[in-house]
């Protein structure tokens, strides 16, 4: 049975090995003055997850977990690590899968909040038709064209096929149930719409219409700050 002094100096030097790893992390992720313009460039993207992970095989190795498991987030570090030259590991080699694959979640979420802040310049009534609403959206946040598939394509006509994608995906849950066998991006589009968002609902009063824009406008804005956070590899909050 260890002293209580032995005890105490274990707590300590743990203690001391999580401040390492926090500061060594917010080195790997924290942001910087040229933060988004750096996590534009992969190989500084790939950079910041080897130098992470690496921090976390040795805070794992340092708390005298399995050695196994340490070793892994070593390994997975030295395969970021090796990307830059041209060496792909074998757990990242994509699946093959017939024509393009689908669609990531983080962009299925962010234009999730596109649609639902559609869905509230609609209500608004202050358009003539969601034609009008997509094409008001695509002016005002360019950033949106990050989520198209096809870079050609037209951002308004984009968005009205995100709303029937997503009102389809309803439509054929109408609990928003969530299935295992479902693909992830359509589980977290269930999730991050609001319970009974898109039910029918009654038109909102004359005073509440520039309300109505207002939240339009907000969730709108919250998109494009998670569309950003998705092109430079950064953990989303919607």
């Known amino acids: 049975m260890k002293s209580i002094e032995k005890l105490k100096a274990e707590i300590e030097r743990r203690a001391a090995d999580l401040d390492v790893l926090t500061n060594k992390l917010r080195d790997a992720f924290e942001a ?111 950033i949106f064209h990050r989520l198209k598939r096809n870079p050609r394509a037209s951002l308004s006509t984009s968005i009205l096929s995100w709303q029937r994608t997503i009102l389809r995906l309803i439509k054929d849950n109408p609990r928003a149930s969530l299935q295992k066998s479902m693909p992830i991006w359509q589980q977290s589009v269930l999730k991050a719409i609001p319970r009974g968002f898109f039910e029918p609902h009654d038109l909102p009063s004359d005073e509440m219409f520039d309300e109505m824009f207002a939240r339009g406008e907000r969730v709108l804005a919250k998109a494009a700050e998670e569309t950003l956070k998705a092109a430079q590899g950064r953990v989303l909050t919607f």
């Open 32 to 142: 910087k003055g040229d933060y988004a313009k750096a996590m534009q460039d992969s190989s500084a993207m790939q950079g910041s997850y080897k130098n992470a992970l690496t921090a976390v095989a040795w805070f794992l190795a340092r708390s005298g977990v399995n050695e196994d498991i340490a070793h892994r987030f070593a390994e997975l570090a030295t395969a970021f690590d090796q990307l830059p030259l041209g060496i792909v590991a074998d757990f990242f080699r994509t699946a093959e899968v017939g024509g393009r694959g689908p669609d990531g979640t983080a962009n299925w979420i962010c234009r999730t909040g596109v649609v639902i802040g559609l869905d509230y310049i609609l209500r608004s009534k202050k358009m003539e038709n969601r034609e009008k609403a997509a094409e008001y959206i695509a002016g005002k946040y360019p």
